[in-house]
C-alpha cells in the first residue's frame, strides 16, 4: 500500500470520527464583520479610482502561515478541496477546508514557494483570525505526518489593485507574476524582498497585486513604490461586492457549502479524489443545483440593507443580505446575499426586509 493510500486511509478514519461527534463550531471573523457593518454605513462610496490607475491598500491584517515538514503537500491536498499535489513551485491555489458534512471551516490561498522535500514550504493565506481556525482544525488530523505551522516572516500584506498596477510595480524595477491567479514571484524593491502574489481580493478580472513583505521592509518597499495614491478600506470592500467576489467570515461561512458561494470552479477539483466534505460536495453538485447561492442584488431604495436583512418573495423567506453597499459606480445600493433555489435567477424580484419596511431589490448574476 503507497503512502497517499495510508494518509488517505487515515483521514477517513479521522473523518469517521469526526462526522460521529457532530460537532460544527460556531466561530465568527470580528474583523470581518465590522468591514461589512461599516461599509453598509459608510454613505456612497466611490471605486472609480480604481479606473484611473492602481491604488494602494494596506492589508497587513491578512494572515499568512508558513506550512513546512516532509509531508505539507500530500497532507493539505487530503484535506482541502482543490488540488495541492500538482502545484510548482510559483503557483497557487484557493481551496476550502470543510467539515465532513461540506460545510467552509475556513478558505485558504496556498502559495507553493519550494517543493524542496525537507526545506521546502508553503504559504497559506487567510482572513483575519481564520488562521486560528485553519490551525486548531487541522492539528487533530496530524500523527505521524511532518507538517508544521508558523507565522511567515513575509507577514505584511499591501494590494496594488486597479488600472496600471503591473505597470507600476515594473517601472519601481520589480517583477511580475503571470495573469494567472495566485502565481507568485520573489522580487526586490528597495533593496528588500517581497514577494508579488496575482491576487483576486476585489475580484477584477485582470487580478490584484499583492505584496508580502516583513513588517521591518515596508517603509523601504513604500518609498521604491513612490506616490501611489492610498485607497481606504471601504473602497476595497465596496470594490469586491460590485464585483461579487465573496469574503470568508461574512460572505462564505461554516453556514455554507462552497458550492453555494459560487466556488465550484474557483476552489474545487472534482478529479483530485478524497478530502473532507468531497461526498456531500459531490452528490449536491451532482444533482445540479445547491439549496441557495449567492447573488449579487440591486436595491431600489437609496437605503442600504444590513448584513443579515432577510429578503422575501411571494410572501416567504427566500434567503438574507450578506454584504452591501451604496456604490456611486452603481449607481445606488448594491448587495451581495443568499437566495434559495427557484427564486436566485438573474432579472427575478425580491423584497428587502420585514414587510413593515420592505423595497424592492433585482438580483443581478450569481456570484
Known amino acids: 500500500m503507497g503512502a497517499?493510500?495510508?494518509?488517505?486511509?487515515?483521514?477517513?478514519?479521522?473523518?469517521s470520527r469526526m462526522n460521529a461527534s457532530s460537532t460544527v463550531l460556531d466561530h465568527s471573523l470580528p474583523q470581518v464583520l465590522a468591514d461589512a457593518q461599516r461599509l453598509a454605513a459608510a454613505g456612497e462610496?466611490?471605486?472609480?479610482?480604481?479606473?484611473?490607475?492602481?491604488?494602494?491598500f494596506d492589508v497587513g491584517d491578512m494572515a499568512v502561515l508558513r506550512v513546512t515538514g516532509r509531508d505539507r503537500q500530500r497532507f493539505l491536498h487530503a484535506m482541502l478541496s482543490n488540488d495541492v499535489a500538482q502545484l510548482e513551485p510559483g503557483q497557487g491555489r484557493w481551496a476550502t477546508?470543510?467539515?465532513?458534512?461540506?460545510?467552509?471551516?475556513c478558505d485558504v490561498r496556498l502559495l507553493l514557494v519550494d517543493d524542496d522535500r525537507k526545506e521546502g514550504s508553503l504559504l497559506a493565506l487567510l482572513e483575519p483570525?481564520?488562521?486560528?481556525?485553519?490551525?486548531?482544525?487541522?492539528?487533530?488530523?496530524?500523527?505521524?505526518?511532518?507538517?508544521?505551522?508558523?507565522?511567515a516572516p513575509e507577514g505584511h500584506g499591501w494590494l496594488l489593485a486597479g488600472a496600471g498596477a503591473d505597470g507600476?510595480?515594473?517601472?519601481?524595477?520589480?517583477?511580475?507574476?503571470?495573469s494567472t491567479l495566485f502565481d507568485h514571484v520573489e522580487t526586490e524593491l528597495g533593496g528588500c524582498k517581497v514577494r508579488v502574489v496575482r491576487f483576486d481580493r476585489t475580484g477584477s478580472t485582470s487580478g490584484d497585486l499583492l505584496l508580502l513583505m516583513s513588517p521591518e521592509d515596508q517603509e523601504a518597499i513604500l518609498q521604491a513604490l513612490g506616490s501611489i495614491q492610498r485607497g481606504d478600506r471601504n473602497c476595497l470592500e465596496?470594490?469586491?461586492?460590485?464585483?461579487?467576489?465573496?469574503?470568508?467570515?461574512?460572505?462564505?461561512?461554516?453556514?455554507?457549502?462552497?458550492?453555494?458561494?459560487?466556488?465550484?470552479?474557483?476552489?474545487?477539483?472534482f478529479n483530485k479524489g478524497c478530502y473532507i466534505g468531497q461526498e456531500v460536495i459531490c452528490r449536491i453538485d451532482s444533482m445540479g443545483t445547491p439549496a441557495r447561492r449567492l447573488v449579487r442584488l440591486r436595491v431600489h431604495d437609496s437605503g442600504v440593507p444590513a448584513p443579515g436583512t432577510r429578503l422575501f418573495r411571494e410572501q416567504k423567506e427566500v434567503g438574507y443580505v450578506t454584504s452591501s453597499v451604496h456604490s456611486l459606480r452603481a449607481?445606488?445600493?448594491?448587495?451581495?446575499?443568499?437566495?434559495?433555489?427557484?427564486?436566485?435567477?438573474?432579472?427575478?424580484?425580491?423584497?428587502?426586509g420585514d414587510p413593515e419596511s420592505q423595497r424592492e431589490a433585482t438580483i443581478e448574476a450569481h456570484a
Request: glycine share 10%; hydrophobic share 40%.
Open 331 to 352: 449607481g445606488g445600493p448594491i448587495a451581495l446575499g443568499y437566495v434559495k433555489k427557484k427564486n436566485n435567477e438573474p432579472a427575478t424580484t425580491v423584497l428587502v
Open 45 to 56: 462610496v466611490d471605486t472609480t479610482g480604481l479606473d484611473d490607475g492602481p491604488l494602494l
Open 168 to 178: 507600476v510595480l515594473q517601472q519601481a524595477g520589480a517583477s511580475c507574476p503571470s
Open 238 to 269: 465596496a470594490a469586491r461586492v460590485e464585483n461579487g467576489q465573496p469574503r470568508f467570515g461574512i460572505d462564505l461561512t461554516e453556514g455554507n457549502i462552497p458550492l453555494e458561494a459560487g466556488l465550484k470552479d474557483r476552489a474545487i477539483d
Open 97 to 105: 477546508f470543510n467539515t465532513v458534512k461540506g460545510r467552509t471551516l
Open 129 to 151: 483570525g481564520a488562521d486560528q481556525i485553519f490551525v486548531d482544525q487541522l492539528n487533530p488530523f496530524i500523527i505521524a505526518e511532518k507538517v508544521y505551522f508558523e507565522p
Open 4 to 15: 497517499q493510500t495510508l494518509l488517505l486511509a487515515a483521514v477517513a478514519g479521522r473523518t
